[in-house]
């Protein structure tokens, strides 16, 4: 349970403000952020908020879902990009499956992902919904 608690903690920038991570020297922009940047190897980088709004690239249907997330099948899975280069993969929902489609522009908002372990510990992260 600790461990959960730890990550959750070091993830919160990113997690609860859409929070990415420029570098100063070339500019490039990661979500999440690195330690060193994969374009110039600088080691500098600044706090920037993300948009809440962007575009579905690509999606796929789980109908058969992995453990923990099987009360929720069949769920959509798409790369979403907020901004040039910054993409990310996120459930797509309160859109049927049958209406999803690519090019789509959608809205980034924070929700409850899943229940993690016996204790119940509450998971929240990044779903979209058609903007």
Same mark, same amino acid.
């Given at each position: 349970?600790?461990?959960? +608690?730890?990550?959750?903690?070091?993830? +919160?920038?990113?997690?609860?403000?859409?929070?990415?991570?420029?570098?100063?020297? !070339?500019?490039?922009?990661?979500?999440?952020?690195?330690?060193?940047?994969?374009? !110039?190897?600088?080691?500098?980088?600044?706090?920037?908020?993300?948009?809440?709004?962007?575009?579905?690239?690509?999606?796929?249907?789980?109908?058969?879902?992995?453990?923990?997330?099987?009360?929720?099948?069949?769920?959509?899975?798409?790369?979403?990009?907020?901004?040039?280069?910054?993409?990310? +993969? +996120?459930?797509?929902?309160?859109?049927?499956?049958?209406?999803?489609?690519?090019?789509?522009?959608?809205?980034?908002?924070?929700?409850?992902?899943?229940?993690?372990?016996?204790?119940?510990?509450? !998971?929240?992260?990044?779903?979209?919904?058609?903007?």
């Amino acid at each position: 349970m600790g461990g959960i +608690t730890a990550r959750n903690w070091r993830e +919160t920038p990113y997690r609860y403000r859409l929070e990415a991570k420029k570098c100063t020297n !070339c500019g490039k922009v990661f979500f999440p952020g690195r330690l060193v940047c994969d374009g !110039c190897h600088n080691r500098k980088f600044e706090a920037i908020n993300l948009p809440d709004h962007g575009e579905l690239l690509t999606f796929t249907v789980i109908r058969v879902a992995p453990e923990g997330f099987s009360d929720q099948a069949p769920y959509a899975i798409g790369i979403v990009e907020l901004m040039k280069g910054v993409r990310f +993969t +996120t459930q797509i929902v309160d859109i049927p499956l049958d209406d999803i489609a690519i090019g789509m522009p959608v809205k980034v908002e924070f929700r409850k992902i899943r229940d993690d372990g016996h204790a119940g510990i509450h !998971c929240y992260g990044y779903k979209c919904v058609p903007a």
